[in-house]
C-alpha cells in the first residue's frame, strides 16, 4: 500500500528535506536495515517528547517503491514557470588532472565503480528527461574522456534526437580529446567546451600538477578546424584576482583569427576550493579592462537561458563573454539540472540538497514514477541561490564531485603573434614569451606518454610540482613547522679530472711523472714554474676539506630557500683514482631536523671541488672537469630512503662521456 508523502506540497516537504541531510540520505536510499533503524531513532525521539508519529515523519524512511508522489503534469518546470530544457551529466568522478581549483588539497573520497551509473542507466534517465522538455545534454566530469565506453553513451544519446534531443556537448579538460576527436563528432558530439585557465605552460603544470599544455592546445585548434562539420568551440577559463586576471587580453586576442567563444567565469565557492570574495574578479571590472584596450566592442544578442553576456570585436571571428554566477546572477532564466556520477539529481550549483535518482531507479522505479520524482525535485528549486558569503560549502560537494570540471589561475607572460593564426598549429611551437627568462622552460619539452587517462595515473601523486614556487611563480620556502624531527642523513659524491702533472702534484706518491725529466726545455722549466706556484697556494687536499665543511654550514646562506639546520656531523673524503688522474669527493652530513641535509651535502662537495680547482688552475686551468655530482644515499623523513649504487660500468661510461 502506497503512503502519502504529506498532507503539505511537494515543495515544502523538499524543504524540509533540505533542512536535514539526514532525512534526505534515509529517504533516498532503499536498503531495508536502514530503514528500520530510522525508525527506531524516530520512535525512540516520539516516545521522549510525547509526540504521536506523523505520515510525514514515515514517509521518510518508506521504501521508494512505496512512495506516492504527487503527479505533475510538467515534470520539469518549477514553481517560478522556469522551464528546464537543458541537463548536465558527470560520467566520472576520476579525473587525469590534479586541478588546485576544483581538487581539494587532501583529496576526494572516490565512490566505489558500482556506485555510479553505468552506460544503461545514464541512457534510460537522458530519455525520461528528454521526453519530458531537455533539449541540449552536457556530459561532464571529473574528465569525461576517463570514461572507457564514452563512445558508446554518445552514440546512443545521439539516437534520441527522434524524441527531440537538439545538441550534446562535452566539458574536458582537453587533455586527451584531440586523439578522438573526429570519432566523437561522428558519434554525435555538438558542442565542446575546454577548461584553460592559462596560456603559460610553467603555470599550467604549478595549476594541474601535471604536464600537457601542448596537449590541451592541440585539441583546441583541432576543434576549431571540426568547425565545419558542426563543432562549436569555447573555452572556460575561471579568473582569479591576482593570478590570471592579467592573461584576460591574450585570450580575447585567441578570439581575433579563431571562430571560437571565450567565456570568463567568475571564481565560486566550493567545498575545499578556499574561496574568498577578495579573489573574485567580478565581470564588469573585466568589460572594463577589454573596452579599454578595444574601444568598439559590440554587444551580442544572448539565447534565451544562455548563461553568459557575449561580446564581439568587429574584424575578429570569435567571441568572449562572461559567466557571472557571483556578482550578477542568472537564476531568474536557469534552465540547468544535473546528474552525479553517481546519480543523484541537482537542482542548483550551490545547493547541497540532493535525491539519489540511481538508488530508485535501481529499486524498480517505472519511467512514471522516476518522472513524478524529477518533478518532486525540480519543485523544490529555490527562486535564487544566496549570497556568496552564505553559500554552504560544508555540505555541498566540491567541484569535481558535481561535474563542472575547470582549472586555477595564473600569473604573467608575453604572449606574441597575432597574424593569420594567432597560435600554431604545431603546439611544440610554443606562443609564450616569458617575462622572466626562467630555466624550467625545459620541463615542457612533450613526450608522448606524459599523461594519461588510466586510474592508476590519476592516483598517484605527483611528484614533479615545484614546491618551492607559489602560485604566482614567486619563490616560497616550505613550511615544516609541522614535521616531526628525525635523526636525517646524507652522502653526495663528485669527481674532479685532472692532468697527469696536476694529479701528480697532489699524489706524488701514486704519480708516475717525473717532473725532472729534459727539466732544460723551455716547455720543462714552464711547467716547473707553475707547478711551483700552484704548490705555494698550499696543501691542496686540506684546504679543499675545510672549505667544504665551510660551504655546508653556510648552505642556508647562499641557497635562499634552505632551511638553517643545526648540524651533528661533516665528514669529506678524498679518493684518487691513478688511471683517470681523478679526484673523487665524498661528503656526509648528518643532524636532528625536521628536513634533509641534501642541500648541505651537494654544497660540500661542489665547494671542496671548486677549491681544488682553483689551486692546480695555473698547472691544468683549461683541461680539469668537474661532474658526477649527486645523492648517493639518503635516510631519514617521511620520504623513503635510498641508496644510489654507482658501478664501475657507470664510471667508464661517464668517463667515454666526458672525452666525447
Known sequence: MAITLCKRSAPSCYKCFRSSPACLRSYSSPAHELQEAARARIAAVDALTGRQPSIYAKARIASPVEVDLPRKRVPLVDRYNRKHDYLRISLTERCNLRCLYCMPAEGVALSPSANLLSCGEIIRLARVFVKNGVRKIRLTG??????????DILGRLNELRSLGLQSIGMTSNGLVVHRRLEDLVSNGLTHLNISLDTLNPLKFEQITRRRGHDAVLRTIFKGIDLGPRGLVMKINTVVMKGFNDSEVIDFVEMTRHNNLSVRFIEFMPFSGNDWHKNKLVPSSELLATISQKFRDVLKIQDETNDTARSYTIPGFKGSFGFISSMSDHFCSTCNRLRITADGKIKVCLFDGAEISLRD???SGMTDEQLENLIGFAVDGKQEKHVDMEEIDTVHNRPMILIGAHRRRLTPRYSLRGTSARSYPRNPAISPITFLSTSPANYLFQQTSRQFSTSTKFASEPNKSILSHVDLLGRPSMVDVGDKAKTRRTATATGRIKLTPHAFSLVYPELSCVDLTEDA????????LTRLRKAAAKGPVLTTAQLAGILGVKQTATLIPLCHPLTLDHIKIEFSPDVTTSSIKCEVTVSCEGRTGVE?????????????????????????MEIGGVMVTKKTGG?????SRHISQEMLEKEERDGHE
Open 142 to 151: 571529473g574528465e569525461p574522456m576517463i570514461r572507457k565506453d564514452i563512445l
Open 638 to 642: 617521511k620520504s623513503q630512503n635510498f
Open 599 to 623: 642541500m648541505e651535502a651537494l654544497m660540500g662537495v661542489n665547494i671542496s671541488l671548486l677549491v681544488i680547482w682553483d689551486m692546480l688552475k695555473a698547472v691544468a686551468g683549461e683541461e
Open 360 to 362: 530508485y531507479l535501481r
Open 520 to 527: 732544460s726545455s723551455e716547455e720543462s722549466l714552464s711547467l
